[in-house]
């Protein structure tokens, strides 16, 4: 295109009100409320301007404008189909839901339910009651509450049992999850007083007997659910720290984060301490994930002594943080699966325990799929990783498909995957894009190799 063309069509670009005065452009925006038409209109211009600008010749037309509404208008939270390899990939909305999780939400969204109303005694109950038998039962604990997250627990344990008072805990354990959540930023929101006992690699017994006194209100342990410590390293067990805080009087609360219901069991995995193990070594409370380990929904899990649970119900916080109807319906099905022995129905866990060689399998299917369409890859091993700040030394072998694109960098190549519809998230290694297969379904890789065709058709 000569430089005064493309001079000529720059300058032929309409203003908003010239837009809105055609028929064809108000109709098609004519449901939409005025602020969204103009920015679709101001979008739509920007986009043929850039497009002139970058040197290609096409002129504004109407389709602009249909574009940029469509673009405009799409759901913003959307399915993304994970080829990063991470189960519990928290920008990706950590743990996916079981079926049968799903159809209750479903099933309980349409229409009214009893999430507090006791429908033996027609009087108002608690929304926590459809899950406590089964968090009991899977635990062992004599009674349980679900509020927001884990960080949430974290702050209504605290707050509820040390506000005004000290609370014990290891200088190895003053953890910060991810998020910007700081232990010890909780625990002086909380009003709780910190007290840190030990050093950041040892800390015995009788560094928490020491510290302990008349103000001390709760001994505290935090799972390092995201790092480890190795080398000269010494922690004090639950048991040992139960013991002691049985003897002073004071109860034992354990943050334990990722919340194993069950041991994993999968290639590549390190060991996980269940609830149970941490109950039965006598902690007194014990709070964890809802979508981490336990591969539930977003939701912070508190099980413990009953006299203890009493009190942090009581707190006005527990008000402030307390989940949905949504959220009740998918932890009660998902709990369902654990008591009914089908724990292998969480994908979470499903996805965890995949055997290399069905990963290998399906890497090698994504492969055929993308050679049938002339991309070329190759099928590479690669490590993956738990996610979700859980199991940090773990390195789950995988297989993933390797793409490269001639002329282009690895970088491009994923922006435009991930731009795409649906979008793919991906991994970059050797300046190529690698397609990690654990958490894609068959489905899934079908729609990840159409993806990459849409995306190489985008610019070569
Ligand atoms: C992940 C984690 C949390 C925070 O849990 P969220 O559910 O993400 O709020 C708190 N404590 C520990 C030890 C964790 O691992």
Redesign the pocket.
Known sequence: MDEATRMERLRALPSIDELLARPAVSSLLSDQPRPLQVRVLREAVASARARLLGGEDRAFADADVAEALARLTRPHLRKVLNATGVVLH?NLGRAPLAERAVERIAAVARGYCNLELDLDEGERGSRYVHVVDALCALTGAEAALVVN????A?LLALSALAQGRQAVVSRGEL?E??GG?RVPDVMHQSGATLVEVGTTNRTRLVDYARAMGPETGLLVK??R??FAVVGFTEEVGTRELAGLARERGVPLYE????GALLPLHGEGLTAEPTVASIISAGADLV?F????LLGGP???VVVGKQELIARLEKHPLDRALRVDKLTVAALEATLELYRDGKDGEVPARALLAAKTQTLHARAKVLATSLEAVKVRSRVVQVTGRVG???MPLAEPPSWAVAVAVEGEGAAQLHDRLRAGDPPVVARIADDEVWLDVRCLSDADVDAVARCVVAARERTW
């Open positions: 928290t997250n884990c960080a949430a974290v953890v999850i991810g959540f935090v799972h659910s995201n943050d334990l984060g990722s709070s994930s809802g979508d981490k977003q939701a912070g979700g700040g859980s």
